[in-house]
């Protein structure tokens, strides 16, 4: 039986070829983004560099961001943090929000860019305003700390929830904080456990930890020590630090001594499923 080839990718489009030879940037940028992920040609870096870096130079923004994540990265070019943030800079200038998310990281780090806290922030709340996730997380972090502006929970929580609602899991663990605390937002378990279990089903372990807590205590929802147990046993084989896992460990074995062992073994399993779901092993 002959061994399967891989086909021939069709090739780009010879009138898109022809116009992005002719200096067009939106089309160099087309052609750029076939080689970065191997569509209609064999994936290939340095040409992806090759087109994006015709476009950026032509000012277009987004080849700009895309040139800088490939300097950022070292895809078909060697690292270089200063070029990366060169390009970044470009883009970010143009108001596109993934540069700007990606400078305020070269900034809040001093990658490519002398570590300055204030210029971070600066760039982040430009990605923020436009939508991006990670970059309102760091800006409700930033209010919820006091770093570089004056410490505002009712700010931070503001911006916590418009990444939470955006799927982000540090946010929707920290507005479950806010929420249990009354931090920003009025005292209440109820909202407090349902932004931690949002972000418990994706993996966040702090998440995971305060859940179990609050099935353990009956605080926002009803009490329930198979639950606590399960999502202590989670949280405890995750990414905590070990002085956190060490209590963890602990409220579980007491969540553990009040169910059956046929209700303990069944949480176990559970907890064991959920690894295997998550492509992790307790």
Same mark, same amino acid.
């Given at each position: 039986?002959?061994?399967?080839?891989?086909?021939? =990718?069709?090739?780009?489009?010879?009138?898109?070829?022809? @116009?992005? @030879?002719?200096?067009?940037?939106?089309?160099?940028?087309?052609?750029?983004?076939?080689?970065?992920?191997?569509?209609?040609?064999?994936?290939?870096?340095?040409?992806?560099?090759?087109?994006?870096?015709?476009?950026?130079?032509?000012?277009?923004?987004?080849?700009?961001?895309?040139?800088?994540?490939?300097?950022?990265?070292?895809?078909?070019?060697?690292?270089?943090?200063?070029?990366?943030?060169?390009?970044?800079?470009?883009?970010?200038?143009?108001?596109?929000?993934?540069?700007?998310?990606?400078?305020?990281?070269?900034?809040?780090?001093?990658?490519?860019?002398?570590?300055?806290?204030?210029?971070?922030?600066?760039?982040?709340?430009?990605?923020?305003?436009?939508?991006?996730?990670?970059?309102?997380?760091? $800006?409700?972090?930033?209010?919820?700390?006091?770093?570089?502006? =004056?410490?505002?929970?009712?700010?931070?929580?503001?911006?916590?929830? @418009?990444?939470?609602?955006?799927?982000?899991?540090?946010?929707?663990?920290? $507005?479950?904080?806010?929420?249990?605390?009354?931090?920003?937002?009025?005292?209440?378990?109820?909202?407090?456990?349902?932004?931690?279990?949002?972000?418990?089903?994706?993996?966040?372990?702090?998440?995971?930890?305060?859940?179990?807590?609050?099935?353990?205590?009956?605080?926002?929802?009803?009490?329930?020590?198979?639950?606590?147990?399960?999502?202590?046993?989670?949280?405890?084989?995750?990414?905590?630090?070990?002085?956190?896992?060490?209590?963890?460990?602990?409220?579980?074995?007491?969540?553990?001594?009040?169910?059956?062992?046929?209700?303990?073994?069944?949480?176990?399993?559970?907890?064991?499923?959920?690894?295997?779901?998550?492509?992790? @092993?307790?």
């Amino acid at each position: 039986m002959q061994a399967q080839t891989q086909a021939q =990718p069709k090739g780009i489009d010879p009138a898109l070829l022809a @116009k992005a @030879k002719a200096g067009d940037a939106a089309s160099q940028s087309v052609v750029a983004y076939a080689y970065l992920k191997g569509e209609g040609v064999w994936q290939d870096y340095a040409q992806a560099v090759l087109w994006f870096r015709k476009a950026a130079e032509q000012g277009d923004a987004g080849a700009q961001e895309e040139l800088g994540f490939l300097y950022d990265t070292g895809l078909g070019v060697p690292p270089d943090y200063a070029q990366a943030a060169a390009w970044y800079r470009k883009a970010a200038e143009q108001g596109n929000a993934k540069a700007q998310n990606g400078l305020g990281y070269f900034y809040y780090i001093g990658l490519g860019v002398p570590q300055d806290y204030t210029q971070a922030l600066v760039w982040y709340r430009k990605a923020a305003e436009q939508g991006v996730a990670g970059a309102q997380e760091i $800006l409700g972090s930033s209010y919820a700390l006091g770093q570089v502006v =004056p410490q505002d929970y009712t700010q931070a929580a503001v911006w916590y929830r @418009k990444a939470a609602e955006q799927g982000d899991d540090e946010a929707q663990s920290r $507005l479950g904080y806010f929420y249990f605390s009354g931090h920003g937002v009025p005292q209440d378990y109820t909202q407090a456990a349902a932004w931690l279990r949002k972000a418990a089903e994706q993996g966040e372990a702090r998440a995971q930890d305060a859940l179990g807590s609050l099935y353990y205590e009956g605080w926002g929802v009803p009490q329930d020590f198979a639950e606590a147990y399960f999502w202590l046993d989670v949280a405890a084989a995750g990414k905590l630090d070990a002085s956190h896992t060490e209590q963890t460990a602990k409220i579980r074995d007491e969540a553990a001594s009040h169910l059956t062992p046929a209700d303990l073994s069944r949480e176990q399993e559970r907890a064991r499923k959920w690894f295997e779901a998550h492509q992790a @092993k307790p």
